[in-house]
């Protein structure tokens, strides 16, 4: 122990481990899209640089490594809504960039997709946990860019997550045809500015 006042001790050693944490979740998540939910703890463990011992003294069981994963990305999005929307010179622009973060988290929640229908009843939650902190911030990502003239108002939040989870599964059945997730779902995204008055919609 360090007699030198002021020396910090167990403060960066939990610093290292709340950054190891996030580095395993962020390195899971990527493994989970590529190799799937069943893949070795040690090629998680190898990309995060951490041990695979680090890992299980974070989450005991995979399932725990799969809940934490979902939720930290569900958390990650609704923080970027509010942070997006003031960094950004429009709401549609930050409503673009936020829903462009959500294709990322669909891609990753079709990974898990075959453990979150498991029936598992450590699972349940999740989808009410993305409903509560997505369709809030969603929602007011389009009252403001409504609010502002650039998109025309009365739009379902639910229905356009849903539209962007529709697309992103289209990329499984596309067999090799030439199919942009991220082009879609720009047109869908720009599909909802106001229209000029005086031009019409086929213009």
Known sequence: MSDVPGAAGPPPRRADARRNAGNVLDAAAAVFVTSGVDAPIREIAARAGVGTATIYRHYPTRADLIV?????????????????????????????????????????????????????????????????????????????????????????????????????AGAATSKGHRYDVRHLVRLLVNGLRSVPAGVSAGS
């Open 68 to 168: 934490a994963v979902y939720r930290s990305q569900v958390q990650s999005l609704s923080e970027a809504g509010p942070a997006l929307l003031a960094a950004e010179p429009g709401p549609h622009r930050a409503l673009a960039k936020w829903i462009d973060q959500f294709v990322d988290f669909v891609i990753t929640k079709q990974g898990l997709a075959s453990v979150l229908q498991s029936g598992e009843s450590c699972y349940d939650p999740l989808h009410d946990y993305f409903l509560e902190h997505l369709v809030p911030v969603c929602t007011r990502l389009l009252e403001a860019a409504a609010e502002a003239g650039e998109i025309a108002p009365g739009q379902d939040p639910y229905e356009l997550m849903r539209g962007v989870g529709s697309i992103c």
